[in-house]
């Protein structure tokens, strides 16, 4: 994406001896909860700027594309910094709608705490719901923010029994803290004795204790507020200094960081955004990138607030910043030592694919150029070139991502492209065990042997791979070079999907002292498997989606008559984790089970049908067998492992 203007400024404002202790928060939210308004509102209060930006007026400070403001989205994580009692606040404002899930899940795992932004409205909503339980999983200690209090039909009260409920979580009055106690003691033993024998325990104590309670996952402050009118803003500030604790990390000790957010600045290229957990970096320091195998060497490190931008020229371990001069970093990637970066946990799970075209044929180039910076900036999209065919595809959440790409090869890279309509991501899986072998011994210098056997494994399994050749029969260093190779061999089955849910296990081979090339093992895998996927068959898997569905009382009949009609399954009472919040004499809640591949205008559907009136909500839940006569195969891109002579050409680079 193209930057906003950048204004510097005095490099020692942020230098690292007078930025004190930095704790990093990021503002979570569904879509509408009013997140980049209390963002805004962060920012005046912090006196980062002079005047809170609008969502509405297109001047919000962390909406900086063109149509980020038109459309009045997020749809790229923003980074700015804050500073309050003495704190330096690395914010982090990320997208709320499902489309731009993938934004979100990079930016969770550099959290030190998250801030969920809840309507006062609407209450806890599908993404807020499924980032919590990500933030969970990362041990990340959450606020809870009440929003848009203001609004008719706001009900704090009823969203907060809303969180007990679906979240499972105790929450706390912020600022009662002499109301904590009793709370509080239903974990932490010390404080429960306290309580029983009627005494009081001392701020302090109370404090730690909900600090502990946070990051177990147990109990969450909250506030009430607006961030429209800008009311809780100073509290949340507060209480932000109050319950955060600045990250842990050795600014002595090695390098390690990671790249949650990759943006291009047509000045200084390719700006990588990093979290450092440990070491320290400094201008034109040379940064080995772990998942690359490469390095180089950095231009610039930045920070940036509001729309300002500051060359702070250091960070140290525990910090936020853009670094500049890595060309050829992507989102996603691991700087330095990579065993102290914590793993990232999956929320975003594209469903869709779409081919694209240039307008003017010339421009192909220019458009496989601009998708791989598309695709550094988001891996999720998954860029797929086969040169030989000429076929372009990406893969997507929704139509709001596909409009937002137009729109960027449009305005950001001067590129007419047509883009076909969407089609479901399907996968295979192998029906019933088989044998899966080849030689790989002509014409020499060649010679790699190999037999696998295949075992379909159950759904949701994914792939698991072992080897009982010894290595006498193949050398260790090429069955490492196989081990690496089974991924990009099941990138596509003989249905043309990625293949999942199966055991391979490599049954015995041979090398050869002499012949054996180092790269014949990878040439004779891809044959070997899909020889043995035809001989087990395999079967399509389809995408099913989970969903919740409000309804007038009216419109049940017509509702659940087309959910069978997508293949739909209706769950004979709502699980214990969806809130029912209907009125039974006037409302209808139906939550189920539909495939993605039935249910693509369901929205459009509902929105006709109740005038505006249903509430849906449908994520993502698992692949599942798709029935007989339904899904479709795609074709093999490229050259297909089964035409043999032609393949090994391919391998060999005798033809394109």
């Known amino acids: 994406m193209i930057c906003a203007k950048i204004i510097f400024v005095q490099k020692n404002d942020l230098s690292v001896e007078n930025r004190g202790s930095v704790i990093n928060i990021g503002i979570i939210a569904h879509v509408d909860a009013g997140k980049t308004t209390l963002t805004e509102q962060l920012l005046y209060h912090s006196g980062a700027v002079l005047a809170p930006g609008s969502v509405d007026l297109g001047t919000a400070q962390t909406d900086y594309m063109e149509v980020e403001r038109r459309r009045g989205i997020s749809v790229r994580t923003a ?168 990250p842990a990390g050795d600014p002595d000790g090695p390098v390690a960081a990671s790249v949650f957010k990759v943006e291009h600045d047509p000045r200084l290229g390719r700006i990588a955004y990093v979290r450092l957990y440990s070491g320290r970096l400094k201008n034109r320091d040379a940064v080995f990138n772990a998942t690359r195998g490469t390095t180089a060497k950095i231009v610039q490190i930045r920070k940036t607030s509001g729309r300002r931008a500051f060359d702070i020229g250091e960070m140290a371990a525990g910090d936020i910043a853009a670094i500049c001069g890595l060309s050829d970093v992507r989102a996603g990637d691991w700087l330095g030592d990579t065993a102290q970066v914590p793993r990232s946990v999956p929320v975003a799970q594209p469903l869709l694919q779409v081919r694209l075209r240039p307008v003017d044929e010339q421009d192909l180039s220019r458009l496989v150029a601009a998708c791989e910076e598309l695709t550094a900036e988001d891996p999720k999209l998954d860029m797929i070139w086969v040169p030989g065919v000429r076929q372009l595809l990406l893969h997507v959440t929704g139509p709001i991502q596909i409009e937002i790409l137009a729109n960027l090869f449009e305005t950001r890279f001067d590129l007419k492209v047509g883009i076909e309509p969407p089609q479901i991501i399907y996968r295979e899986t192998p029906v019933k065990p088989a044998i899966g072998f080849d030689a790989y011994t002509m014409p020499k210098p060649c010679w790699a042997i190999v037999r696998f056997e295949i075992e379909p494994l159950p759904t949701g ?181 089964l035409d043999r002579d032609k393949y090994i050409l391919y391998v060999r680079g005798a033809i394109q």
């Open 461 to 641: 399994s994914g792939v698991i791979y072992e080897s009982r050749t010894p290595d006498t029969r193949i050398h260790y260093r090429y069955q490492g070079q196989v081990e690496q190779t089974i991924g990009p061999a099941l990138q596509q089955g003989p249905l043309g999907w990625q293949v999942t849910d199966l055991k391979i296990s490599l049954a015995d081979g041979e090398d050869h002292p002499v012949h054996t090339h180092p790269l014949d093992f990878a040439t004779v895998t891809p044959m070997a498997i899909m020889k043995g996927l035809v001989a087990a068959g395999t079967r399509l898997l389809e995408p099913i989606l989970r969903f919740w569905l409000s309804i007038p009382q009216a419109d049940t009949g017509r509702m659940i008559s087309r959910i069978v009609t997508m293949r739909g399954q209706l769950d004979a009472e709502p699980p214990d984790d969806v809130p029912d919040q209907t009125d039974p004499e006037t409302r209808r809640l139906l939550t189920g089970r539909v495939p993605a591949a039935e249910s693509m205008d369901f929205p459009v559907y509902v929105a006709q049908v109740t005038g505006g009136r249903g509430i849906l909500t449908m994520t993502f839940a698992d692949y599942q067998p798709c029935p007989e006569g339904y899904g479709e195969s795609t074709e093999y891109r490229g050259i297909n492992p």
């Open 79 to 246: 980074t700015t910094v804050i500073h309050w009692q003495d704190v330096t606040i690395n914010l982090i404002d990320t997208p709320g709608h499902v489309d731009f899930a993938a934004e979100v899940e990079r930016s969770l795992q550099v959290l030190d705490c998250a801030v969920l932004c809840l309507s006062a409205v609407e209450g806890v909503q599908a993404q807020s719901e499924q980032y919590y339980q990500a933030l969970r999983r990362l041990n990340c200690p959450v606020i809870l923010f009440i929003n848009k209090t203001d609004r008719t039909g706001a009900d704090p009260e009823r969203v907060l029994a809303t969180v007990r409920q679906l979240l499972r979580l105790s929450v706390l009055p912020a600022g009662q803290e002499d109301q904590w106690l009793s709370e509080l003691a239903e974990h932490d033993d010390q404080l429960a004795e306290l309580w029983l024998e009627g005494r009081n325990a001392d701020r302090e104590q109370l404090v730690e204790a909900l600090i502990r309670q946070m990051h177990d996952g147990l109990t969450a402050p909250y506030l009430t507020g607006s961030a429209l009118l800008g009311q809780g803003i100073r509290e949340l500030l507060d209480l932000i200094i109050l319950t955060a604790r600045p």
